[in-house]
């Protein structure tokens, strides 16, 4: 109750300051009213410095400020100004920051000139009998004299806008008038993208920053919590229309480009309003309840989905044909038989060296190894060829890349400055080091959520499973521990179990029967986990870091630099808190720390890793806000996955509970989903293809059959993911062309049961390392950590974030080694729709731009792996023919055909000739000539594309 009316309070006099924005025109120029004197003298201030929370909308604790008649009136606690009595007005010992009672305005003190501006015109106002008063109140009830009409202005551009503090009165009232009301737009169909950009992104960012003010006190009669409340806007009417955020007031407010200004304690990062602006583009998608809605208690009817239930161990079909190959085939051609399918014929041994090793390894075969393949005539080549593939150093550094997109690994922190993490290249190397030497999965999944729990027969197993805790490390910090804590327990549910866990954070799951308190049983685990900080604009060091030395901490050179660094570090905290800006003292201070870090211990080894912190059960927090919390939750696992609340017996955090409950055999997702991504990783498509989603709002398998006889193999095998490729890789059903077939395309577009083999384009990584590779370019050599700058140069905050010159982290070795910052994506992965590192991702989008191509014409890298190339070929071909079939045996895997070679040939001739009077220095016209043919092969859908 007490924190409700201090709230109420700290709005009253956030509302008293920006008081009174519109004034009646004849008011205007009578000097003598208190009116006038307002407008005159206190209105420019309150433009300075409080517009946004009292007036178009926003009426926070009913208080009004779009007249002097309302300030004086005062809100729902009572008048805000003593007339004649400074001291005695609430107004008044806020502005001076006047202790007890409440601070405004919340973001910069007022300037000293302009408090004694207010202190002078309030003691200017005669005191107000009782008569008055009532005189007053009775005026507010008339309606006030209309001022002269102004333009209606739904969102000033930014170039013309005009400062209200400098405007003078008759400018600086003009409201920006809002669209007509919107509630009768009916919902848009929402995509299960959408739900999870609402969950992800929305919803987070409304409960911080919109809650508070318009929920139950709804500000400005306005209510945010529901899309109807959204569209029906407040007492000065819509504030959204949706697909159009240019035109919404609820947009302008965000990008306080006009006078209303949200939220009020300070602007949105440029992120977060472009996911606001996303969100009315799209049409204000809001995920709505099932008409079944989610108890705290799953019932067994809700566990009938078929994902919920234990995969069966189904009977393999058996089908009157020898098209079959192995029982993956008997479950695929039974289901083509049920959908009157017939498969394609089978793909060539080109093709099909081209596919297994771009699959399995994310590079191009060699000309030399496509001749073998060609030439060997026993039955059993296609095995070796997949056994070979499967033994090399390249399909961990594939298969490794692939688990980094799901767990949105990044090699910096994000959020506040984005800062480097050294270590965090370790985590990535255990993942690529797990797929080559076949971990079993179950053990892969304990050691990522519980390896410093897990016992150890060495110290250097022990270290690797500290480092294999990275997985949990690696969560965004956008928002503070919490927003942390939130994203890893979302990312727990979509990696291993294949499921939204995420969106039960503000609520029971709107689909799912996953009730907000499981969620919570969830996050207490993780909360009760150590997390490591990579830095913040706060704290500009690495904290909370796993050492190899146990002891590294306790040695004496490191408490002395401990005790040098606290009283500095105390200092810039202290300084920070206080009101103002002090660019003079900050930075003398920030100087101080990096010095010390200069000169700091070097306590060897160290690692991005978790380590136990105290447990404790969470409270549910309401609408997600950790601010507003409710009853609390005992530690456990998800009940509709026959999960439950830890033992009381358990006193350590629940991790280790938490790997095995999610290793298990039995649990019914767990091998599902793994299989599904590696079927999807050979096939195109999963099983089940939202891959992130085995819910009521997932896609159906295409076929259940297979995929829980494959789950089964999977645990049966001792969880051997090779042998999951394997089993797949010889199929018959791999094996088929691409080739299209009408009568099947009209049944199955989707290519859902597998009559053809579906192709596909090369992601980033498989373009980038081909190009290296075919150009002899490729680094096979150990990559190591990035050249980060050392924590003694650490000086980024949020407005200054970690910005590197990209030259420096530049590399010849595979593209999974690059450097891949969290908050600002390589200019190459956005081009060719690179890793997502803020959110789990199921499968990467595959875009066809004009810009790729420009790319491959006109990029520094294609010219660079063209020339090297080049120079190559001219060193060991003498002809042009010869060299021209060297290229299309490197690039394509294929000799040209004679018509390919003839516009080869006069491709060359005629681009040398341009070429010969404004040849490159050092080349030839004819090896310029030849270097644009080789850019020109890079650019072709033959090499971009995998059949």
């Not at 472009?274 to 809700?302: C, F, M, Y």
């Not at 009760?528 to 306790?554: C, I, M, W």
């Amino acid at each position: 109750m007490k924190n409700a009316i201090g709230r109420a309070t700290s709005t009253l006099i956030l509302s008293a300051i920006a008081a009174a924005t519109l004034v009646p025109a004849s008011r205007a120029q009578d000097s003598q009213s208190p009116e006038a004197s307002f407008v005159e003298k206190v209105q420019p201030i309150v433009f300075k410095n409080c517009t946004g929370c009292h007036t178009y909308g926003g009426h926070a604790g009913g208080l009004k400020l779009d007249s002097y008649d309302n300030l004086m009136k005062g809100g729902d606690l009572g008048a805000v100004i003593v007339p004649g009595d400074p001291g005695a007005s609430i107004l008044v010992r806020a502005i001076r920051r006047e202790a007890p009672g409440p601070i405004m305005p919340p973001i910069r003190p007022v300037a000293d000139d302009d408090v004694a501006v207010i202190v002078k015109w309030v003691e200017s106002l005669a005191p107000m009998s009782a008569s008055a008063a009532k005189a007053t109140a009775t005026r507010e009830a008339v309606p006030a004299e209309p001022a002269a009409p102004t333009p209606a202005v739904t969102r000033p551009a930014q170039a013309a806008s005009v400062s209200a503090a400098s405007a003078p009165p008759a400018v600086a009232s003009t409201v920006s008038k809002p669209a007509p009301p919107a509630s009768n737009v009916p919902p848009p169909k929402i995509t299960p993208e959408q739900e999870q950009f609402f969950e992800a992104k929305i919803r987070p960012l409304l409960t911080k920053n919109c809650y508070a003010c318009h929920t139950l006190n709804a500000s400005g009669g306005l209510h945010l919590d529901s899309r109807e409340a959204v569209l029906k806007g407040g007492k000065d009417g819509a504030v959204v229309v949706p697909g159009n955020p240019e035109d919404s007031m609820l947009v302008s407010a965000i990008h306080y480009d006009s006078k209303l200004k949200m939220p009020p304690t300070g602007q949105l990062k440029t992120e977060e309003i472009a996911a606001i602006e996303q969100w009315v583009r799209d049409g204000l998608p809001w995920p709505t309840a099932t008409a079944t809605s989610v108890s705290s208690k799953v019932t067994d009817a809700q566990r009938n989905h078929w994902s919920f239930r234990p995969p069966a161990r189904p009977a393999v079909p058996t089908v009157k044909s020898t098209w079959a190959y192995n029982d993956v085939d008997r479950f695929v051609l039974a289901k083509l038989a049920e959908k009157q399918l017939k498969p394609v014929g089978d793909a060539d041994k080109r093709t099909l060296i081209r596919r297994v090793t771009y699959d399995l390894t994310g590079l191009p075969p060699t000309s030399a190894e496509v001749q073998a393949f060609v030439d060997d005539k026993s039955t059993d080549a296609y095995e070796k060829l997949v056994d070979r593939l499967l033994a090399s150093k390249a399909y961990g550094e594939r298969w490794g890349r692939k688990w980094l997109d799901i767990v949105r690994y990044a090699d910096t922190g994000g959020g506040d400055g984005d800062f480097p993490i050294p270590q965090a290249h370790k985590y990535r190397d255990y993942v690529i080091d797990a797929f080559n030497g076949d971990k079993p999965y179950d053990r892969f999944i304990r050691e990522q959520i519980a390896g410093d729990l897990l016992p150890a027969e060495s110290e250097p197993e022990k270290w690797q499973n500290y480092v294999a805790t990275g997985y949990l490390a690696e969560t965004i910090r956008a928002e503070g521990r919490p927003a942390a804590i939130a994203d890893a327990t979302d990312n727990l549910g979509s990696a291993f179990l294949g499921l939204t866990v995420g969106c039960a954070r503000c609520h029971n799951h709107k689909f799912d029967p996953i009730p907000t308190a499981d969620y919570y049983a969830m996050y207490g685990i993780l909360s009760s986990t150590h997390l490591p900080e990579p830095g913040s604009g706060k704290v500009r060091f690495q904290t909370g870091f796993v050492y190899r030395d146990p002891q590294a901490l306790n040695r004496d050179d490191w408490k002395i630099f401990q005790t040098q660094l606290k009283p500095v570090q105390d200092a810039i905290e202290a300084v920070l808190k206080l009101p103002g800006t002090y660019d003079d003292l900050v930075p003398q201070l920030q100087a101080r720390r990096m010095h010390l870090f200069e000169h700091m211990p070097d306590l060897g080894e160290s690692a991005y890793a978790v380590t136990e912190g105290q447990p404790e059960d969470a409270k549910i927090q309401r609408y997600g806000d950790p601010k507003e919390l409710g009853e609390q939750v005992r530690r456990g696992f998800l009940q509709v996955l026959g999960g439950g609340p830890l033992p009381p017996d358990v006193k350590g955090s629940g991790r280790m509970e938490l790997a095995d409950w999610i290793a298990n055999p039995e649990n019914p997702l767990t091998s599902r989903v793994i299989v599904n991504r590696i079927w999807q990783g050979h096939f195109g498509r999963g099983i089940v293809a939202t891959a992130n989603d085995f819910g009521t709002r997932g896609v159906p398998p295409s076929n259940q059959e297979l995929l829980d006889y494959l789950a089964w193999k999977l645990v049966d095998n001792g969880w051997s993911i090779k042998s999951l490729h394997k089993e797949m890789l010889l199929s018959h059903a791999y094996r088929l062309s691409s080739a299209d077939s009408a009568p099947n395309e009209e049944i199955d577009p989707d290519n859902s049961y597998i009559w053809r083999h579906s192709r596909s384009r090369m992601d980033a990584e498989q373009l980038r390392d081909s190009m290296l590779m075919i150009s002899d370019l490729l680094d096979r050599s150990p990559a190591g950590a990035h050249p980060f700058p050392h924590q003694a140069e650490w000086n980024w905050e949020d407005q200054n974030h970690f910005s590197p010159d990209v030259s420096k982290y530049e590399t010849d070795r595979r593209t999974v080694y690059t450097m891949v910052q969290r908050d600002v994506k390589l200019p190459y992965f956005t081009l060719f729709d690179g890793p997502n590192t803020n959110a789990s991702t199921e499968q990467r989008s595959s875009s066809l731009t004009p810009l790729q191509a420009l790319y491959f014409l006109n990029g520094a890298f294609p010219r660079r792996a063209s020339a090297n190339l080049a120079s190559r070929l001219f060193a060991t071909e003498k002809t042009e023919q010869s060299r021209v079939q060297q290229a299309f045996l490197g690039i394509l895997g294929r000799s040209p055909s004679k018509a390919e070679m003839d516009r080869s040939i006069s491709f060359l001739h005629n681009t040398a000739d341009a070429y010969a009077t404004n040849a490159a220095q050092g080349t030839t016209p004819q090896q310029s000539a030849f270097e644009e043919f080789l850019k020109a092969m890079f650019a072709t859908n033959e090499f971009m594309f995998i059949e």
